[in-house]
C-alpha cells in the first residue's frame, strides 16, 4: 500500500500514475510493497524532524524512516516541497520532475542505495535518471 499526504497546501497530481510508478521501481530492485507513507510538508516542518530524530540543523528535501525487513519495503519518507521548489528553479528543472527525483531517492535509500562517498552518490543520480525515464511508462490503467 502506497499512502500521499500533506501537512501543508500541497496536493499531488496523478496520483495513479505515481503509484504505478513506484511500484514499477520497487519491483525492478527486487522489491514487493508493505507500506509507503509520502507526507509532503513545508520547510520548517522538515527540519523539526530534521532535527528531532536525525539531530542535523539544517534545510534537507527528504527524510526517510526505512522499516523494511527483507525484500518488503516499509517506511515514511518527508518531503518538504518547499525545498523540492526552490531546488528545481535552482537546476533549472520542473517541479513535477524534481518531486519525482526525490521520491525516487528515498524509495532507493530503502533499497539499500547509499549517497556519501562519490561511487554512491554516482550510482544513486544514474539509478534516480532510469526511473525519472520510466516515468512516461507508469500507465495509471
Known amino acids: 500500500m502506497i499512502e500521499f499526504d500533506s501537512q501543508n497546501d500541497f496536493s499531488l497530481d496523478l496520483v495513479d500514475q ?3 510508478w513506484i511500484k514499477a521501481a520497487a519491483l525492478k530492485e527486487s522489491y514487493g ?4 507513507g509520502y507526507v509532503f510538508c ?3 516542518y522538515l527540519l523539526e524532524i530534521n532535527e528531532q530524530f536525525l539531530k542535523h540543523d539544517t534545510y534537507t528535501d527528504i527524510v526517510t524512516f526505512d522499516y523494511t525487513e527483507g525484500k518488503l ?7 518538504s516541497t518547499d525545498r523540492v ?5 535552482k537546476f533549472g528543472v520542473e517541479f513535477n520532475t524534481e518531486l519525482r ?6 524509495l532507493l535509500h530503502m533499497c539499500g542505495y547509499g ?3 562519490e561511487d554512491e552518490i554516482s550510482l544513486m543520480r544514474n539509478k534516480e535518471d532510469y526511473y525519472l525515464n520510466l516515468w512516461d511508462t507508469a500507465d495509471p490503467s
Open 18 to 20: 505515481t503509484e504505478n
Open 33 to 36: 510493497i508493505e507500506m509507503l
Open 115 to 117: 549517497d556519501k562517498t
Open 101 to 106: 527525483r526525490v521520491m525516487i531517492h528515498g
Open 85 to 89: 521548489a526552490e531546488n528545481a528553479d
Open 42 to 44: 513545508s520547510d520548517e
Open 73 to 79: 519495503l516499509n517506511g515514511e519518507m518527508y518531503i
